[in-house]
């Protein structure tokens, strides 16, 4: 390690990492971070703070306040009231009963504190497409950057204690939304330049007249957050998209494909997160852990102390467990365990860029299954453009884990070179076949232990 460590000073790299606090992202000795057994340690500490809320024992059932199930009559107003009533009565259950057919709501459901909407088996609640129903519009994050725009599905505002529980269904009709994702390039391209601006996040207002689309549950600082066994389906944008919450417990739910750019759940800028026991299958990245884009996210909170276990990424076409690509403010102390990851493009993702900067630190991933992908461990600092901050990846752990097999590369490890990624370990990592073992560049303190691809040892290593 001696060598590397000289060859790691005279390549600039290190100079590369100190100089990344000044773009707002934590500076990296040249020591080596705490390894796996380390990190896994603090698990039960973060287990400990995530506490579902608890809800008193009251029912507000929506048919009551004029909801049918029916499929014809518009039941936004009553589930409004029945949200109102169970808040301002000091909270319950909002009762959403099964039916013939379907509970049609033109416009967004907005959660108040403790309230838990709860979908009894055999409810499916459906969203209207009328983009003017979701209006006037709301502060929401729009792939990393904050604006006011069209609301989600499903709202929450600065509230505590909200949930939605129960074995019904939640669909959004994605595919009505599908002409919208040619058309958002030329809004999110103003956004962009908005924060480049200066901007004031009040004035970045979208909504009538443009195209970025809707998620699908967007809670916006909110505290003490519960999902527990419902079924999204078909959302227009990301799913599951809560935005500096803490304290969020994500259970048994299910997520079945929307349209382009369907994330099925994306922790954005939250603390205390829980996944556990869900299924996800998405077009797009199945789990993807998030902390805001550019400029944007410079002081605002990181994506931090995030649980991920027992779920199954059932498929997708791009991520199976992705960090990234909005990684501004930084994402770090991930921990993803025995999961199963399907088919999909690459199985474990960090991807970020010098136009998002930030940083993605102290991520630990163990005993999990995966099926055949074409890039088992992609690292890419170059995903999503080129700029002056370029992102610190830095100590990513990944032990015990199977994968059957991968089309391309199994490791692909790319660094900016201004900015190179730092300490990786791989321990314990069986794949069936692989078209190529690695590509890696700009990367140092990579160390390998029992990698075998079809049976074989192999070493993966970073650049000296």
């Known amino acids: 390690m001696a060598?590397?460590?000289?060859?790691?000073?005279?390549?600039?790299?290190?100079?590369?990492?100190?100089?990344?606090?000044d773009a707002g992202c934590s500076s990296l000795s040249v020591n080596p971070p705490p390894q796996s057994a380390a990190g896994w340690d603090q698990v039960p500490q973060?287990?400990?703070?995530?506490?579902?809320?608890?809800?008193?024992?009251?029912?507000?059932?929506?048919?009551?306040?004029?909801?049918?199930?029916n499929g014809l009559v518009d039941c936004r107003p009553a589930f409004a009231a029945a949200i109102a009533d169970c808040s301002q009565a000091g909270g319950g259950r909002v009762v959403v009963p099964?039916?013939?057919?379907?509970?049609?709501?033109?416009?967004?459901?907005?959660?108040?504190?403790?309230?838990?909407?709860?979908?009894?088996?055999?409810?499916?609640v459906v969203f209207g497409t009328n983009p003017?129903?979701?209006?006037?519009?709301?502060?929401?994050?729009?792939?990393?950057?904050?604006?006011?725009?069209?609301?989600?599905?499903?709202?929450?505002?600065?509230?505590?204690?909200?949930?939605?529980?129960?074995?019904?269904?939640?669909?959004?009709?994605?595919?009505?939304?599908?002409?919208?994702?040619?058309?958002?390039?030329?809004?999110?391209a103003q956004l962009q330049q908005m924060v480049a601006d200066g901007v004031p996040v009040e004035k970045r207002v979208f909504g009538a007249g443009h195209h970025l689309r809707l998620t699908m549950f967007e809670p916006y600082e909110c505290r003490n957050v519960l999902l527990q066994g419902v079924t999204f389906r078909a959302s227009p944008f990301w799913t599951i998209h809560?935005?500096?919450?803490?304290?969020?417990?994500?259970?048994?739910?299910?997520?079945?494909?929307?349209?382009?750019?369907?994330?099925?759940?994306?922790?954005?800028?939250?603390?205390d997160v829980l996944i556990d026991g869900c299924t996800f299958s998405t077009h797009d990245d199945n789990i993807s852990v998030k902390a805001g884009h550019g400029a944007d996210a410079q002081g605002l909170p990181s994506c931090e102390?995030?649980?991920?276990?027992?779920?199954?990424?059932?498929?997708?076409?791009?991520?199976?467990?992705?960090?990234?690509?909005?990684?501004?403010?930084?994402?770090?102390?991930?921990?993803?365990?025995n999961c199963r990851v399907g088919p999909c493009s690459n199985a474990f993702f960090v991807k970020s860029s010098s136009a998002i900067g930030g940083a993605v630190n102290d991520v630990f991933i163990r005993s999990c299954l995966a099926a055949e992908c074409g890039v088992f461990f992609r690292v890419q600092s170059d995903y999503g453009g080129y700029g002056k901050t370029p992102p610190l990846?830095?100590?990513?752990?990944?032990?015990?884990?199977?994968?059957?097999?991968?089309?391309?590369?199994?490791?692909?490890?790319g660094g900016d070179e201004r900015n190179p990624i730092v300490y990786i370990h791989l321990k314990d990592i069986a794949i069936g076949s692989a078209g190529r073992v690695q590509l890696v560049r700009n990367a140092f303190f990579i160390t390998s232990s029992n990698v075998t691809i079809g049976g074989k040892p192999v070493t993966i290593s970073g650049l000296f």
């Open 98 to 124: 099964a039916a013939s057919e379907f509970y049609l709501v033109n416009g967004p459901i907005r959660l108040l504190g403790n309230v838990n909407l709860y979908l009894e088996a055999g409810s499916r």
């Open 46 to 69: 973060i287990l400990a703070r995530i506490v579902p809320p608890l809800f008193p024992d009251r029912d507000f059932v929506v048919t009551d306040y004029g909801a049918s199930g």
């Open 132 to 188: 003017a129903d979701y209006l006037p519009p709301v502060l929401i994050r729009y792939q990393g950057i904050r604006c006011y725009n069209y609301s989600p599905l499903i709202y929450a505002y600065g509230q505590s204690n909200i949930a939605i529980t129960g074995a019904g269904s939640l669909e959004g009709q994605g595919f009505h939304w599908s002409d919208w994702v040619a058309l958002a390039g030329a809004d999110f």
């Open 305 to 337: 102390n995030i649980v991920i276990q027992n779920c199954n990424a059932a498929g997708g076409n791009w991520g199976g467990i992705t960090l990234g690509s909005q990684t501004g403010s930084k994402v770090q102390s991930v921990f993803v365990q």
């Open 3 to 21: 060598v590397a460590r000289r060859a790691f000073l005279r390549s600039g790299a290190a100079v590369a990492i100190a100089a990344v606090a």
């Open 393 to 413: 990846f830095s100590n990513i752990n990944l032990e015990g884990i199977q994968c059957d097999a991968v089309k391309g590369t199994a490791f692909a490890i």
């Open 242 to 271: 809560p935005v500096f919450c803490t304290n969020v417990t994500i259970r048994d739910v299910t997520v079945s494909p929307g349209i382009e750019n369907d994330d099925g759940c994306d922790p954005d800028s939250c603390s």
